[in-house]
């Protein structure tokens, strides 16, 4: 069985560093322009190399995004952005306009290039013409079911990796076409700067007549649409979290090179959690892929982040008009502190949110293994004893008789 890459989100330095240790095989991430999130801090030079540099120490590989759809000004610093990229340590570029690729091909003519699920390769036809153009990886379309991928895996060369996404958010546009946030807001979803309308919430009014439409002109008009509605609402717009930790025997038997996890606007805690998450999951699955039932531990990790409802997108065919509903966030746990070493029983943190003496903790470590336990009490950076930790980012040193290694997470249920 080959060996199947585990690749997760990295926003920034720290997010990078946390997705590393916690199980990713590789990390994807952007520098300050020309990537398609505009929301986490994304990387300097300095830090894109710094962060290279950690993941090759390790034996992982960092890929950087280049998936916008540049104008013809943004073009002009696209060489020098390209060069400087590599200079750092990337170990391919992700790319989703044709553009970009060719002046790859002219300026870092060695640089792996993976093309982007915003090219919307959604068929074997279109994955041969990227390989034919230079690409050494798709990332399909996420609209895919298995049967496709397989379909796809039987027609095109061999050594063209496929990529797809397992978890995350799912946007409700194909393949992240949208243009939704541009209408409403200004703001161009493909720059990174996406405001989800998606995810706004809608109302349901009676229809407006003929006479009324006409009152009120083609903008009006244009904002009305029929809806169906049950018990439980409507369905338009707010599509569910992917969470395909049950399918990867059938993702690996049907010849996916890589497992991606969505999420580089998020926390570093979702990319620890994730990336261990799945690690476990995907260490059991390739020991046995056509026996394989996804560890019950798996879910509940995963159900430790904040996340909307999960379901499993187009994976086993079209989604239900329930994959997509009225409802935020649910979130079962928030982070306390993170470990940064540990003597004689006593664990010195850096706290990340308010937490007390004497109630629950668990830790999370990068092996992904969970340990509960109770702080009988807890001191601050000076040594004086503290019934609470309330301040961002304070020392604080909490008894525990574990050695919990560094950059173990410490959570509380919210």
């Known amino acids: 069985m080959p060996q199947v890459e585990l690749l997760c989100p990295a926003g920034d330095l720290e997010r990078l560093k946390f997705a590393v240790l916690y199980g990713a095989d590789a990390v994807y991430a952007a520098g300050e322009s020309f990537g398609m999130r505009s929301a986490p801090k994304n990387f300097t030079p300095q830090a894109l190399a710094e962060g290279a540099a950690f993941a090759h120490a390790r034996g992982k590989k960092l890929y950087v995004t280049l998936n916008t759809v540049p104008t013809n000004e943004e073009l002009s610093a696209l060489p020098a952005f390209l060069q400087q990229a590599q200079a750092a340590g990337a170990d391919a570029f992700i790319v989703a306009d044709w553009g970009v690729l060719r002046c790859i091909r002219q ?3 060695q640089m792996p290039v993976h093309v982007s699920t915003q090219a919307g390769v959604a068929n074997w036809g279109a994955a041969c013409f990227a390989h034919e153009l230079g690409a050494k990886r798709v990332v399909l379309a996420r609209e895919l079911s298995i049967k496709e991928i397989e379909a796809i895996r039987r027609n095109t060369p061999p050594e063209l990796e496929l990529e797809v996404f397992v978890h995350g958010a799912v946007c ?4 992240g076409r949208c243009l939704l946030s541009n209408y409403f807001t200004a703001r161009d ?8 309308p998606c995810r706004w919430k809608w109302q349901t009014v009676d229809a407006p007549s003929a006479q009324e439409l006409a009152a009120r002109g083609a903008k009006f008009a244009a904002r009305c649409f029929d ?13 569910n979290d992917l969470c395909a930790a049950p399918l990867l025997g059938e993702l690996v038997q049907a010849g996916v090179t890589s497992l991606k996890i969505e999420g580089r606007a998020k926390t570093f805690y979702y990319a620890a959690s994730t990336a261990a998450a ?3 999951a995907l260490d059991v699955c390739l020991r046995a892929p056509q026996e394989y039932v996804c560890p019950p531990e798996v879910l509940c990790e995963l159900g430790k ?12 065919g079209g989604p239900a008009a329930q994959d997509v509903v009225f409802g935020g966030y649910e979130k079962a746990y928030e982070v306390a502190a993170v470990v940064q070493g540990w003597q004689s029983g006593v664990l010195t943190c850096q706290q990340r949110g308010k ?6 903790l668990e830790a999370l470590t990068p092996q992904g293994d969970a340990l509960c336990f109770t702080p009988a009490w807890l001191e601050d950076g000076e040594g004086a004893r503290i019934e609470a930790a309330p301040h961002p980012k304070m020392t604080v040193r909490v008894p525990c008789e574990t050695p919990l290694p560094e950059y173990t997470i410490l959570r509380r249920r919210a």
């Open 107 to 109: 300026c870092t003519p």
């Open 172 to 175: 409700m546009s194909f393949s």
């Open 189 to 196: 979803a493909n720059r990174g700067a996406c405001t989800q």
């Open 227 to 239: 809806v169906a509605e049950d018990e439980d609402g409507s369905y338009i717009l707010n599509a």
């Open 278 to 280: 799945y690690r476990r």
């Open 305 to 316: 982040t904040s996340h909307r409802t999960y379901s499993t997108g187009f994976l086993q």
């Open 355 to 360: 937490f007390c003496a004497g109630h629950p």
